[in-house]
Nanobody, 115 residues
Framework: QVQLVESGGGLVQPGGSLRLSCVASGSRFSITAMGWYRQAPGKQRELVAMIRAVDGTTIYTDSVKGRFTISRDNAKNTVYLEMNSLKFEDTAVYYC????????WGQGTLVTVSS
């Protein structure tokens, strides 16, 4: 089994920054991609950003382009999400997602953007 442990969520003012981390541990399997989804109250879960393990290719949802940056450390099985210029609408539970032979989800970390 693979477990994901997320950290870095919290309360931040509009315009502020946060950095999320997600570490994959447990049984080894070949990770092909790691990423972040989010779910705001009353809304469906949406993809925020994804990074491919083999070459670092990234994709972002349009609303975070230019503000969020996803990166990974393959040796540490860790994926990061640097979030800058945060807006009220970024408030959500952020979930780490790892893809390989299986798809694994983290427990979620709450990001609240509020003044």
């Amino acid at each position: 089994q693979v477990q994901l442990v997320e950290s870095g969520g919290g309360l931040v003012q509009p315009g502020g920054s946060l950095r999320l981390s997600c570490v994959a541990s447990g049984s080894r399997f070949s990770i092909t991609a790691m990423g972040w989804y989010r779910q705001a109250p009353g809304k469906q879960r949406e993809l925020v950003a994804m990074i491919r393990a083999v070459d670092g290719t990234t994709i972002y949802t349009d609303s975070v382009k230019g503000r969020f940056t996803i990166s990974r450390d393959n040796a540490k099985n860790t994926v990061y999400l640097e979030m800058n210029s945060l807006k009220f609408e970024d408030t959500a539970v952020y979930y780490c997602n790892v893809r390989g032979p299986l798809e694994v989800w983290g427990q979620g970390t709450l990001v609240t953007v509020s003044s």
